[in-house]
């Protein structure tokens, strides 16, 4: 079975500070890994995503994450955080090729101090 | 149409009653899958099509809830005599085939009264 762990609930810094979010997995076979943003009473919105080649991916609004499978870990950083990044954000898998659904974390609350 | 599509966006209706919520996906799209998101309980994934067929109906949390796909295209969840516990946001996806990203529709906010 595959799961997803994101530690901590809720994150908070401040504005121009680095943002680091940390997911963790499990699968028994290499996995496709999500990164989604969901804004307030908004739906999912696709930041970034691996699935082979290059294991540092970069995302929009200036996010990027680095797959790790020796650590099994896929965090979600960006240099300076922004007002308008905070958000929830949801890691993600999907047991490779073939898989069918996406593995959910429980969902990170970032928020920007100003 | 340019993105996924869900039908209403706000649904409040009296426990017992049966409501239908609706999702239009992305044009082209073979996959489709429903989540459920609640407090607390974070996306949990209800139901997974593949063209008109359910391969994974796995997470359908009782026999109260069911959905189909017809044409390959409309997909529509179904939840019977629906209980306070059913109070969720109901998303609906679509991907390309069932290895690519799915992109999320707006949501289905239900509650039951």
């Known amino acids: 079975a595959q799961s997803v762990t994101q530690l901590g609930s809720h994150v908070s810094v401040s504005e121009g500070a680095l943002v680091l979010l940390r997911c963790n997995y499990s699968?028994?076979?290499?996995?496709?890994l999500f990164w989604y943003v969901q804004y307030p009473n908004q739906g999912l919105q696709l930041l970034l995503k691996?699935?082979?080649?290059?294991?540092l991916v970069k995302g929009i609004n200036g996010f990027e994450a680095e797959f790790k499978k020796s650590e099994t870990s896929f965090h979600l950083t960006k240099p300076s955080a922004h007002m308008s990044d905070a958000a929830e954000y949801f890691c993600?898998?999907?047991?490779?090729?073939?898989?069918?659904?996406?593995?959910f974390g429980q969902g990170t609350r970032l928020t920007i101090n100003p | 149409g340019a993105g996924v599509s869900q039908s209403p966006s706000n649904k409040v209706t009296e426990k017992g009653k049966d409501v239908e919520l609706r999702c239009d996906p992305i044009?082209?799209?073979?996959?489709l899958y429903w989540y459920r998101q609640s407090l607390g309980q974070g996306l949990e994934f209800l139901i997974y099509?593949?063209?008109?067929?359910?391969?994974?109906k796995s997470g359908l949390p009782s026999d109260r809830f069911s959905a189909e796909r017809t044409g390959g295209s409309v997909s529509t969840l179904t939840i019977q005599r629906t209980q306070q516990e059913d109070s969720a946001v109901y998303l609906c996806?679509?991907?390309?085939?069932?290895?690519?990203?799915?992109?999320f529709g707006q949501g289905t906010r239900l509650t039951v009264v």
């Open positions: 099509f593949q063209g008109n067929s359910a391969p994974d």
């Open positions: 993600a898998v999907r047991r490779g090729v073939g898989a069918q659904k996406l593995v």
């Open positions: 699968s028994s076979v290499p996995p496709y």
């Open positions: 691996y699935t082979t080649g290059a294991t």
């Open positions: 996806a679509s991907s390309f085939d069932r290895s690519t990203e799915a992109f």
């Open positions: 044009s082209g799209h073979t996959a």
